[in-house]
T-cell receptor, first 114, second 113 residues
């Protein structure tokens, strides 16, 4: 099993450009998450999907959209990138989104917006 | 709202030293508590967890006890190794069955031979 995979690993954008970060998991998990990691701030939840067909906002959703394409895939879209969105983005998945479920993280995408 | 506070890093220790990384939290209700570890260039992975007061999570020689009276979940290890060098994140899930984790800011540990 590959676990959680993310593409691309690195990306540089200019302000105003758009892009989609891809995430896929092969663990048959119901729940998937997108986080951003900024220096000194830990990880903050952008959006999550508790199950196929549902999505909901996390702590910092502004400037982002998501699509739960199917059970395996959960994409994050930046419609008009801004320098404040320079960050490392992590996708994660878990079995049922419950109190004791472990979240499994992908390797991350390092995004720079100039 | 819910929050997690960790001790500032970096923490630099010699091999075989005792490790403590402090974590305190603010939450309504009874959150589950987690420690995640991030090795250089990788994503996070779960180190240990505890779901109710007085539970002790343990893994790979690391331990943490859920202390409701002091709202703390401090990470300890009796003898660290160079391979333990990483960033450690304390987190809580107080949201009730959604898995929406709240993370602390992370503590960098560097272990020198």
């Amino acid at each position: 099993n590959a676990g959680v995979t993310q593409t691309p690993k690195f990306q540089v954008l200019k302000t105003g450009q758009s892009m989609t970060l891809q995430c896929a998991q092969d663990m048959n998990h119901n729940s998937m998450y997108w986080y951003r990691q900024d220096p000194g701030m830990g990880l903050r939840l952008i959006y999550y999907s508790a199950s196929e067909g549902t999505t909901d906002k996390g702590e910092v959703p502004n400037g982002y959209n998501v699509s739960r394409l199917n059970k395996r895939e959960f994409s994050l879209r930046l419609e008009s990138a801004a320098p404040s969105q320079t960050s490392v983005y992590f996708c994660a998945s878990s079995g049922a989104g419950g109190l004791t479920d472990t979240q499994y993280f992908g390797p991350g995408t390092r995004l720079t917006v100039l | 709202g819910d929050s997690v506070t960790q001790m500032e890093g970096p923490v630099t220790l010699s091999e075989e030293a005792f490790l403590t990384i402090n974590c305190t939290y603010t939450a309504t209700g009874y959150p589950s508590l987690f420690w995640y570890v991030q090795y250089p260039g990788e994503g996070l992975q779960l180190l240990l967890k505890a779901t109710k007061a007085d539970d002790k999570g343990s893994n790979k020689g690391f331990e943490a006890t859920y202390r409701k009276e002091t709202t703390s979940f401090h990470l300890e290890k009796g003898s660290v190794q160079v391979s333990d060098s990483a960033v450690y994140f304390c987190a809580l899930d107080g949201s009730g069955n959604t898995g929406k984790l709240i993370f602390g800011q992370g503590t960098t540990l560097q272990v020198k031979p």
